[in-house]
Structure formats: structure tokens, C-alpha cells
């Protein structure tokens, strides 16, 4: 493997839901498992599964992958193709299932009464032909972090519209470079071109009455006035209201700016909230959050549904091992963990119910309205297919945002390009 592989020699005590398969009867593994590195995951990955540790006497080696999640998609498709043993659990993103299940093992009887407990939509989504081929630990969908302080100092309003945002970050950035605050910038967002990009710009057409890319039913809608007009505006805010390098931004690199108090405005996932308050943080206490703006006068909101889930390989060496520990990272308690240290969103109902959750991490059961307004990527409808489709949709978005291609030729190409994509 060309990944750090970084060994957690781990220890717990707290207790574990009694799922868990005991050393006796699998014998002591070494599992390996296979992440994306974003915000505090990596760090909180030894308390995390210390008591699954304990209890099971295994232990686990994690290997960060990029956070790009297009860049660990194209690594996990090597890896499987080539029936790698040496990775036995893969997370993987909730778009995945549809691509990858036939490496997967199928996870409905050991998962058993558990999955009863998950949002039920979710269940589905990583139910391919029957087969529960991944279990969900966590869902997602973004927000607008908002500078709190900013607005109030300024008297304006917590922005509804694409339009609002970027004349009310243009103002406020204006405004407080001209008090010597030279470094702040209005948005800041994900405009590299990779999977991110498309989550971004499906938000800004989805909710601007532009539809979804490719439909449920597999209609083609991206080449339509209302998606023209929303790249049109999203492209005039690198070089005005976000910085020109934002076309080389991901999660991480958003949240570096916003964190050291340098934006007024940030599109991100939850993770950030809990980062965002932390004791390091330029921005802590002055923030809140909100529902993404809609665009043209459309009214209703679009977040990107983003989700993460836990694989566990045909071609694992310890495939019992391994699927013990998955059932233990869907289980309430791993998600209260998470929810608790990472600010994920749970996906059993009743954890949006947790007393110590709704105490410590405030925005997670708020969150709720953000989730309701969730929408899916175009993976259903094109299933193996859907990641040639996001590249071909965020290398035509990128070159509208960097400027190679005004937005009506760059959709009318890009319907061209899916049209014979999808014919072959």
C-alpha cells in the first residue's frame, strides 16, 4: 500500500453492546481498514474502537486515504479489482454502494435487529439487489456557517438566496478590509474539481429550479436556463467575494480560512461545527449555521446527502474479525461517539433524542432541518456509471468557474458527453 499506514495500540473500558463476536470464538486479528482523512477522524479513531478492542482482544491498523473522495474511490477500485486481502473494511461514501457491491460482503444477518434502528432510506441506499453490502455510520449534509458577529455588526440578515449571499459577503468583506481586515474573504467554499465540486454545484442548480443532473427516472435535465444562470453566478464569486485559489479548495481548505477568522460565509459538513468551537479556533462562539441558500426564486433549499458507511471485503483475510467490527461502528454506541466527538450525524433516530448529545453537541438535533432538505447525487439512476458522470459534471463546472467556458456551451457539451456515456 502507498498510504501511511498509522498503528493505534489501543485501550478501554468502556462496555460494548453484547453483538460483538468474543476472541474465543474468532481468534486475535490484526484488521485493517481503509478511511479518508478529514477534520478530527483520524485522531479520534483510537477511542473510537478501543472498546471493540478490548472486548474482542483484535486490534486495528488504519490506513488515512486522501480526502478527496474522488481520489479514494479510484484507489478502492484497484484495490478490489485486484482482490486485495490485505484491506478488510473499507468506508466508503454513501454513492458507492450501487459501483462497488459485488466485492462486498452482504451484511443483513449479521447486522440483525440493528438496522431496524437506522433511518430507513439509508438502509436502502446501501442495499444493492437485495444485498445490505455496507452498514451506515454516520449521514451527512452541509450547511451554511454564517459569522454571526459579522452580520449583527453590520445589521444584516442571515442570507436565504444565492443572490442575498453574495451582495451581503461582498458588502461585509468591503467593508472590513477598508477597517484593515485585509485578509478576509466573503465564501468560501470546495471549487477544486473533484467530487466535492459536484456536491457544491448540484446544490446551486437544485436549488435554483435547475433539477438534479440526471432524474430518477435517467432523463438528462442538467442543460436547462436555470442551471446556466446558477454557474453564471457561482462563477463570478472566485476573484470578488472568494479568493481565486478557492478553485483548488476542498473541505479542509475551506475550513482553514474560516477557522482562523477569515470568511464570513462557508459552505461545509458538519464536522466543522464541532472544530469550529474548538479551543483553537479563531471563530469560536461567534458562528451559526443554516440551510443553504436556493437561487432565481426558487423556494425550496438543497444539501447535498453525503453519509458515510462500512464495508467489509470478500477478500478479507478475517472476514468474521471484520464484520464483528463493522456491526460495532453502525452500533448506537460508536455513533454516539462520533456524535459526540466528531459532531457526526447519527444515523439511528433516537440518537437525535440523546439527552448528552443534545447537551454537549446542540446542532446536531437543529440539524434536522438541514437534513430534511437533503438531496441525492445522481447514483441511483446511473449506478456504475456515476463516477464518470460526476467527472464529466465537475470538469465542466470547473471550467465555467475558472473561466475556459461560459456556462450555456460548457451544459449543452456536457449533455452531449452524458448522452453518449450512457448510450454505450
Known amino acids: 500500500m502507498s498510504h501511511k499506514i498509522r498503528k493505534f495500540t489501543l485501550k ?3 462496555p460494548v453492546a453484547a453483538l460483538l463476536i468474543t476472541t474465543t470464538t474468532l481468534g486475535a486479528a490484526d484488521i485493517t481498514y481503509v478511511s479518508g482523512a478529514t477534520g478530527a477522524a483520524v485522531e479520534n479513531f483510537a477511542t473510537l474502537v478501543a472498546p471493540w478492542e478490548e472486548l474482542t482482544g483484535h486490534t486495528v491498523t488504519l490506513v488515512p486515504m486522501p480526502s478527496s473522495t474522488t481520489d479514494q474511490f479510484g484507489q478502492y477500485r484497484l484495490w478490489l479489482a485486484a482482490g486485495n486481502g490485505d484491506v478488510d473494511l473499507y468506508q466508503t461514501d454513501v454513492i458507492w454502494a450501487p459501483q462497488l457491491a459485488d466485492h462486498f460482503v452482504d451484511l443483513s444477518q449479521a447486522a440483525g435487529d440493528l438496522v431496524k434502528r437506522h433511518f430507513p432510506s439509508i438502509i436502502e441506499s446501501q442495499t444493492v439487489d437485495g444485498h ?6 454516520y449521514t451527512d449534509a452541509p450547511a451554511l456557517y454564517y459569522r454571526r458577529d459579522l452580520l449583527e455588526k453590520y445589521g444584516a440578515a442571515v442570507p436565504t438566496t444565492w443572490e442575498d449571499l453574495t451582495t451581503t459577503a461582498q458588502m461585509i468583506q468591503d467593508a472590513e478590509r477598508a477597517d484593515g481586515q485585509s485578509d478576509l474573504w466573503g465564501f468560501v467554499w470546495q471549487g477544486n474539481a473533484y467530487e466535492g465540486l459536484t456536491c457544491n454545484a448540484l446544490e446551486w442548480v437544485k436549488s435554483s429550479g435547475g433539477g438534479q443532473i440526471i432524474e430518477a427516472d435517467g432523463t438528462i435535465s442538467i442543460n436547462n436556463p436555470a442551471a446556466v444562470a446558477a454557474l453564471d453566478l457561482a462563477a463570478q464569486w472566485p476573484g470578488t467575494i472568494s479568493p481565486e485559489g478557492v478553485l483548488a479548495y476542498q473541505e479542509e481548505e475551506a475550513r482553514g480560512v474560516w477557522q482562523t477568522g477569515n ?39 438543497a444539501a447535498t446527502l453525503g453519509g458515510w458507511n462500512v464495508a467489509v471485503s470478500k477478500y478479507s483475510k478475517h472476514q468474521d474479525a ?3 467490527l463493522a456491526v460495532y461502528l453502525a452500533s448506537e454506541e460508536a455513533q454516539k461517539n462520533r456524535a459526540l466527538n466528531e459532531t457526526s450525524l447519527p444515523t439511528i433516530m433516537s440518537l437525535y433524542e440523546d439527552a448528552e448529545i443534545a447537551e454537549r453537541q446542540p446542532i446536531i438535533p437543529l440539524w434536522k432541518d438541514v437534513f430534511l432538505q437533503a438531496v441525492p447525487r445522481p447514483s441511483a439512476p446511473v449506478r456504475q456509471d456515476y463516477n464518470e458522470v460526476s467527472t464529466l459534471f465537475f470538469s465542466a463546472v470547473h471550467s465555467v468557474l475558472s473561466g475556459d467556458e461560459d456556462a450555456a456551451n460548457a451544459l449543452a457539451e456536457l449533455e452531449l458527453d452524458l448522452e453518449d456515456m450512457l448510450e454505450d
Open 12 to 14: 478501554g473500558t468502556v
Open 132 to 137: 445490505l453490502v455496507a452498514l451506515p455510520i
Open 263 to 301: 470568511a464570513v460565509f462557508m459552505r461545509n459538513w458538519p464536522y466543522a461545527y464541532g472544530l469550529g468551537n474548538g479551543a483553537d479556533s479563531a471563530v469560536k462562539g461567534l458562528f451559526g449555521v443554516a440551510p443553504l441558500p436556493t437561487g432565481q426564486g426558487h423556494d425550496m433549499s
Open 322 to 324: 471484520a464484520i464483528s
